[in-house]
């Protein structure tokens, strides 16, 4: 007789079995498991769309220095444009409408904005990028199939910029994205105008003397080690966050810079930007000061 496959059996001849605690503690491991793996997951996909920023970034800070080499190094920089065709008539001029598409999903309440209605084929930037864009110029019907991905960041999730002089306001996620509202998730940084200017620029854009005088006093400065340090290209929601910032002195007449915020990758004010001298980088940026990362600058840092 084999006593030791008779004493292997439970009393009764019934077999062990896991308990409603074991079952319940295998669960929870499970599931913490499960939780570690797409937060790894999701922090390698946002990592990606931070690299893909990047590259988009770097390709137009490098179409954007060879738009000035075939202008002959002007030092004008096109930070807004003039209408091109008189059937152009914006009421509001952005920094977008420099490179980038018409807005696919412009706000229905404001067409006049510039990027609702410059297509891809007349905003200059365009041509040093991407040729193929399909949209007839003139033709309205047209919207959204002139679209340029190098002007999309797959991180885009924010479209709000307050108005030149008014109050700032913040919305993490919206229904539609910078690219979506505005044709372009990136931006022409033009806070620089508010360190010689002050917080309202709004006079200085629509004064063609005076903006082109404060744009000479930048571009001369875009050649040297500045162009490295330099601020060009910003994402959007970077572009947003800096709205009242002011340098480490402050602006005792300005209201309060807006508070730091998670940037479009998911990490805590971290952005993408583009320097003058064509290259990008991503990280920390303290958005209530003019300074930022590591000594870089969105107004210039020099004594004139």
Same mark, same amino acid.
């Given at each position: ?12 001849g019934?077999?062990s079995?896991?308990?409603?605690? %074991? ?7 499970i599931?913490l ?8 997951l999701?922090?390698?996909r946002e990592e990606a769309?931070a690299?893909k ?8 800070g490098?179409?954007t220095?060879?738009?000035? #080499?075939?202008n002959?190094g002007t030092?004008?920089?096109? +930070?807004? !444009?003039?209408?091109?065709?008189r ?7 952005t920094?977008?409408a420099?490179?980038g598409?018409r807005a696919p999903k412009p706000?229905p309440?404001?067409?006049?904005v510039?990027?609702s209605q410059?297509p891809a084929?007349?905003?200059?930037l365009? @041509?040093?990028?991407d040729?193929?864009?399909?949209? *007839?110029?003139f033709?309205?019907? !047209?919207?959204?199939? /002139?679209?340029? @991905? ?6 885009d999730r924010?479209n709000? $910029?307050a108005?030149i002089? #008014?109050?700032? %306001?913040?919305?993490?996620e919206?229904?539609?994205s910078s +690219?979506?509202?505005n044709?372009?998730s ?7 105008l508010?360190g010689?200017?002050? !917080?309202?620029f709004s006079?200085?854009?629509?004064n063609?003397?005076q903006n082109?005088?404060l744009s000479?006093?930048?571009g @001369?400065h875009?050649? =040297? =080690? $500045?162009?490295?340090?330099f601020?060009?290209w910003? %994402? ?7 709205y009242? *910032?002011?340098?480490y002195s402050?602006?005792k007449?300005?209201?309060p810079?807006?508070?730091q915020r998670?940037? +479009?990758?998911? @990490?805590?004010?971290s952005?993408?930007?583009?320097f *003058? /001298? ?11 000061q ?5 000594g870089?600058i969105?107004?210039p840092?020099f004594?004139e």
């Open positions: 007789m084999n006593l030791s496959r008779k004493n292997s059996q439970p009393p009764g019934r077999r079995a896991f308990t409603l605690i %074991e079952l319940l503690v295998v669960l929870a491991i599931a498991l499960v939780a570690l793996l797409m937060t790894y999701r922090a390698s769309k690299i920023c990047l590259a988009n970034l770097r390709t137009i490098t179409a220095i060879m738009y000035f #080499e075939d002959d030092p004008l920089v096109p +930070w807004y !444009q003039i209408p091109p065709h059937m152009y008539q914006p009421t509001v001029v920094p977008w420099f490179g598409f706000d309440m404001d067409l006049g510039d990027s410059y084929q007349i905003r200059p365009n @041509k040093y990028i040729r193929t864009a399909q949209a *007839a110029p033709d309205f019907d !047209q919207r959204g199939f /002139d679209i340029i @991905k190098t002007f999309i960041c797959q991180g924010s709000s $910029t108005i002089g #008014e109050p700032g %306001e913040w919305v993490e919206e229904m539609r +690219w979506e509202a044709g372009s990136y931006t022409l940084n033009t806070r620089w508010q010689y200017v002050g !917080q309202d006079s200085a854009i629509h063609p003397p082109a005088e000479a006093r930048l @001369k875009l050649n =040297g =080690g $500045t162009a490295s340090r601020v060009m910003v %994402e959007q929601g970077f572009y947003s966050a800096t009242n *910032a002011a340098p402050g602006y007449d300005l209201p810079a807006l508070p998670q940037g +479009w990758h998911r @990490k805590f004010s952005w993408s930007v583009g *003058a /001298d064509g290259h990008a980088s991503h990280g920390y940026f303290d958005t209530r003019i300074y930022g990362l590591g870089s969105w107004q840092n004594v």
